[in-house]
């Protein structure tokens, strides 16, 4: 539970272990980072996160925009920021019609 809790904290956690992919969502912190493995930095940066602002108005990854809805473990170790804008209502045009979707075990005829 406590890494269950880390992960949603930073606003992203696996859903399906071993797929190398990490599904977005609300941050609970205005900064955290992350000392990799590697010697390198992951920072995650919500502006705007406040009382009666919950929900993601737009995320980017290393200053572009971010039009899905996952991360990929590689982009992690890489090191960056992931930069959520944070709003009082949801953003329903965010990641956009047609965003990749994350790995699924359900065929996609079946979404």
Same mark, same amino acid.
């Given at each position: 539970?406590?890494? #269950?809790?880390?992960?949603?904290?930073?606003?992203?956690?696996? %859903? &399906?272990? =071993?797929?190398?992919?990490? %599904?977005?969502?609300?941050?609970?912190?205005?900064?955290?980072?992350?000392?990799?493995?590697? =010697?390198?930095?992951?920072? %995650?940066? !919500?502006? =705007?996160? &406040?009382? @009666?602002?919950?929900?993601?108005? !737009?995320?980017? /990854?290393? @200053?572009?925009? /971010?039009?899905? !809805?996952?991360?990929?473990?590689?982009?992690?170790?890489?090191?960056?920021?992931?930069?959520?804008?944070?709003? !009082?209502?949801?953003?329903?045009? #965010?990641? =956009?019609? @047609?965003?990749?979707?994350?790995?699924?075990?359900?065929?996609? &005829?079946?979404?």
């Amino acid at each position: 539970m406590s890494a #269950w809790y880390l992960f949603t904290a930073l606003g992203f956690y696996p %859903v &399906a272990p =071993g797929s190398g992919e990490y %599904v977005i969502g609300r941050p609970f912190l205005p900064r955290a980072s992350l000392q990799l493995p590697n =010697g390198k930095r992951f920072t %995650v940066v !919500a502006d =705007g996160l &406040a009382d @009666g602002h919950g929900y993601i108005g !737009a995320v980017t /990854l290393d @200053g572009k925009p /971010l039009r899905r !809805a996952f991360l990929r473990h590689d982009e992690i170790l890489a090191g960056g920021e992931l930069r959520f804008t944070m709003q !009082a209502a949801p953003n329903r045009d #965010w990641p =956009g019609i @047609g965003a990749e979707a994350p790995y699924s075990m359900t065929s996609p &005829a079946a979404r």
